[in-house]
């Protein structure tokens, strides 16, 4: 009977054949509604090489075809046809086609990506056309061309004026486009104002971006009254329309509580499906969340392999931690080189830390010439433009030659002008002053930085003054004062100080000789890698000295001090007894 009535309707008016098939799509039998259309369309009738046009678009029984529907859309333009003048602009801009060719050029089309990209001058062409004519859809494709098209073809004012027409006319695209015009800028609170409305139009019109930017103008009282609770629920609309910093700001939003209640589960959930989707800052949210753990311990790897996604992106604080991960070991292999990759990554990004960072490893060796180079030449720049910071890493890398030649005096310039807002830049300066480097040797002065360095709280500062107050270096002897400053330092896990300490308790100085307690101290100094440390503590167990005699264990450290180069361990080692007598109390005290 279908056979029948499709035969039939050969011979019916081209209206009928559009009423039959539309009647044919609503029935669901897309198929015969677009083999009646095509027979149509080849034959000439405007409206039915419009409908195939976008059957092709819509896959509405056909497979899907940019090219074919480019071509039966652009025969309809030619005819005139105003939609599918408006549509055949869309798709210029929306897919690489070549509009018109013959039936091969097509076929060849559907196997071949043309790789010309947007053809704007197109759709400025057949969009100006359909926009004079009234189509509200072409008005906001002409906007998009003027305002967001290549250079030669912009005209912003122009743009904002279609976009208006668009938008009069009932585009939900034309709304979205003006809004986003009048707010470009530095608008007035009376456009920030139209902007909220005309957005809200967009997004009632089903525009995700839309319900997104509703959300931002909401949360930061852009237009519209300060609404914390809207603007997660606009960022809540957004994300579940695919929108994916809707995703990251409703999966943050429920992370943290905000406008809404906790859910760190499902919070967690949106923000992987952002970062998933390229969100570099969703993906750093996630990596930090693992790095810090919560309830469970932080689980390195999994925000390592988080941090990676986002810094490939370029994300600077990713790149940072990822970098730490690799200089510390957690999560990843300890690799100073990857670690060193990483700070240049985020330095390139613009972290300042990450160029601090990146130049200590430098100074340690990590890194290729060029990025120490570049590291000097970053620190140089900043620091000609008045950065104290940048002054103080670029007086280092002068001093220690670090992407150049060393210049000490250059370097003590840069230092002592660091120095009035760094407390890393007042010790390095006192340092080179009390050496005498790149300065007259002033060690009273070096003492001034150094002590103000110290009481800022810097351990190597604390320490250096310690030493000071020793040897009496710059001022007075004060050896109380100075046990105090180690005691603190090596306290926090300063290795030299725990040496020094126990060396002070040792004998010799100011401070009542303490000896089981300078053994405890070189002990924890040597088993911090502390060469001469070592050596103290196998002369220590060797003699007794501390109330103990232990000759396996005195060999075991004299030998681990003489595989760190510390002087004097082999004749120690030498002078214990062939055969190792058990441990036995000394007299010693």
């Given at each position: 009977?279908?056979?029948?009535?499709?035969?039939?309707?050969?011979?019916?008016?081209p209206d009928a054949r559009l009423k039959r098939a539309e009647r044919l799509v609503e029935k669901?039998?897309?198929?015969?509604?677009?083999?009646?259309?095509?027979?149509?369309?080849?034959?000439?009738?405007?409206?039915?090489?419009?409908?195939?046009?976008?059957?092709?678009?819509?896959?509405?029984?056909?497979?899907?075809?940019?090219?074919?529907?480019?071509?039966?859309?652009?025969?309809?333009?030619?005819?005139?046809?105003?939609?599918?003048?408006?549509?055949?602009?869309?798709?210029?801009?929306?897919?690489?086609?070549?509009?018109?060719?013959?039936?091969?050029?097509?076929?060849?089309?559907?196997?071949?990506?043309?790789?010309?990209?947007?053809?704007?001058?197109?759709?400025?062409?057949w969009g100006k056309k359909a926009a004079d004519a009234g189509s509200a859809d072409a008005q906001?494709?002409?906007?998009?061309?003027?305002?967001?098209?290549?250079?030669?073809?912009?005209?912003?004012?122009?743009?904002?004026?279609?976009?208006?027409?668009?938008?009069?006319?009932?585009?939900?695209?034309?709304?979205?486009?003006?809004?986003?015009?009048?707010?470009?800028?530095?608008?007035?609170?009376?456009?920030?104002?139209?902007?909220?409305?005309?957005?809200?139009?967009?997004?009632?019109?089903?525009?995700?971006?839309?319900?997104?930017?509703?959300?931002?103008?909401?949360?930061?009282?852009?237009?519209?009254?300060?609404?914390?609770?809207?603007?997660?629920?606009?960022?809540?609309?957004?994300?579940?329309?695919?929108?994916?910093?809707?995703?990251?700001?409703?999966?943050?939003?429920?992370?943290?509580?905000?406008?809404?209640?906790?859910?760190?589960?499902?919070?967690?959930?949106?923000?992987?499906?952002?970062?998933?989707?390229?969100?570099?800052?969703?993906?750093?949210?996630?990596?930090?969340?693992?790095?810090?753990?919560?309830?469970?311990?932080?689980?390195?790897?999994?925000?390592?392999?988080?941090f990676a996604r986002a810094a490939e992106q370029g994300h600077g604080a990713a790149a940072r931690?990822?970098?730490?991960?690799?200089?510390?070991?957690?999560?990843?292999?300890?690799?100073?080189?990857?670690?060193?990759?990483?700070?240049?990554?985020?330095?390139?990004?613009?972290?300042?830390?990450?160029?601090?960072?990146?130049?200590?490893?430098?100074?340690?060796?990590?890194?290729?010439?060029?990025?120490?180079?570049?590291?000097?030449?970053?620190?140089?720049?900043?620091?000609?433009?008045?950065?104290?910071?940048?002054?103080?890493?670029?007086?280092?890398?002068?001093?220690?030659?670090?992407?150049?030649?060393?210049?000490?005096?250059?370097?003590?310039?840069?230092?002592?002008?660091?120095?009035?807002?760094?407390?890393?830049?007042?010790?390095?300066?006192?340092?080179?002053?009390?050496?005498?480097?790149?300065?007259?040797?002033?060690?009273?002065?070096?003492?001034?930085?150094?002590?103000?360095?110290?009481?800022?709280?810097?351990?190597?500062?604390?320490?250096?003054?310690?030493?000071?107050?020793?040897?009496?270096?710059?001022?007075?002897?004060?050896?109380?004062?100075?046990?105090?400053?180690?005691?603190?330092?090596?306290?926090?896990?300063?290795?030299?100080?725990?040496?020094?300490?126990?060396?002070?308790?040792?004998?010799?100085?100011?401070?009542?000789?303490?000896?089981?307690?300078?053994?405890?101290?070189?002990?924890?100094?040597?088993?911090?890698?502390?060469?001469?440390?070592?050596?103290?503590?196998?002369?220590?167990?060797?003699?007794?000295?501390?109330?103990?005699?232990?000759?396996?264990?005195?060999?075991?450290?004299?030998?681990?001090?003489?595989?760190?180069?510390?002087?004097?361990?082999?004749?120690?080692?030498?002078?214990?007894?062939?055969?190792?007598?058990?441990?036995?109390?000394?007299?010693?005290?």
């Amino acid at each position: 009977m279908s056979r029948f009535v499709d035969r039939l309707s050969g011979f019916l008016s081209p209206d009928a054949r559009l009423k039959r098939a539309e009647r044919l799509v609503e029935k669901g039998d897309r198929a015969a509604a677009f083999t009646l259309l095509a027979r149509d369309a080849k034959s000439g009738n405007v409206e039915a090489q419009y409908r195939v046009g976008r059957a092709y678009l819509e896959a509405s029984g056909v497979p899907p075809s940019a090219t074919e529907a480019s071509y039966w859309l652009l025969k309809a333009s030619e005819a005139g046809h105003v939609d599918a003048q408006a549509r055949l602009a869309a798709l210029c801009i929306h897919a690489s086609v070549r509009p018109g060719g013959d039936a091969g050029e097509r076929a060849t089309a559907l196997f071949e990506a043309s790789g010309a990209g947007p053809d704007y001058a197109m759709a400025l062409h057949w969009g100006k056309k359909a926009a004079d004519a009234g189509s509200a859809d072409a008005q906001a494709v002409v906007a998009a061309v003027l305002s967001s098209g290549p250079e030669e073809l912009r005209d912003l004012a122009a743009a904002e004026t279609w976009y208006r027409r668009a938008a009069e006319g009932g585009s939900a695209q034309g709304s979205l486009g003006l809004g986003l015009a009048l707010l470009r800028g530095e608008p007035t609170e009376a456009q920030r104002q139209e902007a909220a409305v005309v957005m809200t139009h967009a997004a009632n019109g089903g525009l995700p971006a839309a319900l997104y930017l509703l959300g931002v103008m909401n949360d930061f009282a852009i237009g519209v009254p300060r609404d914390i609770a809207k603007a997660v629920d606009f960022y809540r609309q957004s994300a579940e329309k695919g929108v994916r910093s809707g995703q990251a700001r409703w999966g943050l939003a429920l992370l943290e509580g905000r406008g809404v209640d906790k859910d760190t589960t499902t919070g967690e959930s949106w923000l992987r499906r952002a970062a998933l989707a390229g969100d570099a800052e969703a993906a750093a949210l996630v990596g930090d969340i693992y790095a810090k753990g919560g309830e469970l311990p932080p689980n390195y790897a999994e925000a390592a392999m988080w941090f990676a996604r986002a810094a490939e992106q370029g994300h600077g604080a990713a790149a940072r931690a990822l970098g730490m991960l690799h200089l510390t070991g957690a999560g990843l292999a300890r690799d100073s080189d990857e670690a060193a990759r990483w700070f240049r990554t985020a330095a390139e990004a613009g972290d300042k830390a990450s160029q601090t960072d990146l130049a200590n490893l430098l100074l340690k060796g990590a890194g290729g010439e060029e990025d120490k180079v570049r590291t000097r030449e970053w620190f140089q720049k900043a620091a000609d433009s008045g950065d104290l910071v940048a002054a103080f890493n670029f007086g280092v890398c002068l001093a220690e030659g670090v992407g150049g030649e060393r210049d000490e005096r250059s370097a003590a310039i840069w230092l002592r002008r660091a120095a009035e807002g760094v407390v890393n830049a007042q010790y390095w300066y006192g340092r080179m002053l009390t050496e005498g480097r790149g300065v007259e040797q002033d060690p009273a002065e070096g003492r001034v930085w150094i002590t103000r360095a110290a009481e800022a709280g810097l351990l190597d500062a604390q320490v250096a003054l310690a030493e000071m107050l020793v040897n009496g270096r710059g001022g007075e002897r004060n050896h109380q004062a100075a046990h105090d400053l180690f005691e603190r330092a090596a306290k926090q896990g300063h290795v030299g100080a725990m040496f020094a300490l126990a060396a002070l308790y040792g004998g010799g100085h100011d401070i009542e000789v303490n000896r089981p307690l300078a053994q405890r101290w070189f002990r924890m100094a040597a088993e911090r890698g502390h060469g001469v440390a070592q050596m103290m503590l196998g002369r220590y167990l060797a003699r007794g000295l501390a109330g103990e005699q232990d000759i396996s264990q005195a060999r075991t450290w004299l030998e681990r001090a003489i595989a760190n180069g510390a002087p004097g361990a082999q004749a120690d080692i030498a002078a214990l007894p062939v055969s190792e007598p058990a441990k036995v109390a000394s007299a010693a005290g």
